[in-house]
Nanobody
Framework: QVQMVESGGGLVQAGGSVRLSCTAS????????MGWFRQAPGKEREGVSC????????NYADSVKGRFTIPRDNAKNTLYLKMDSLKSEDPGVYYC??????????????????RGQGTQVTVSS
């Protein structure tokens, strides 16, 4: 059974930092590109950042470039999202997702069919 479990969300002050984690089980982690997607109230789910199965290629939404990083540890089957300089537009439910390396080349949600339940990030001003 495939599972993706996110953790690390919570209430963070604007300008602060938080690190999200996503641990996957039931799949061969290094066969999958991984991504973080977020959904804010009243908005569609959007891609935040994705990383190639090998970890040597990443992409970021323009809104988070320079503030977020997306490392992965294939030995631990874990994906991270380090979020720095948090802004008022960053809150939402953050989901990690996996897409098979043969299909997921960018950061399109439709290519990442294995998804976690999400973790809430709230930013206080």
């Amino acid at each position: 059974q495939v599972q993706m479990v996110e953790s690390g969300g919570g209430l963070v002050q604007a300008g602060g930092s938080v690190r999200l984690s996503c641990t996957a089980s039931g799949l061969r982690f290094d066969d999958y590109a991984m991504g973080w997607f977020r959904q804010a109230p009243g908005k569609e789910r959007e891609g935040v950042s994705c990383i190639k199965w090998s970890g040597d290629s990443t992409n970021y939404a323009d809104s988070v470039k320079g503030r977020f990083t997306i490392p992965r540890d294939n030995a631990k089957n874990t994906l991270y999202l380090k979020m720095d300089s948090l802004k008022s537009e960053d809150p939402g439910v953050y989901y990690c997702a996996a897409g098979h390396k043969g299909r997921a080349k960018g950061c399109s949600l439709s290519d990442f069919g294995i998804r976690g339940q999400g973790t809430q990030v709230t930013v206080s001003s």
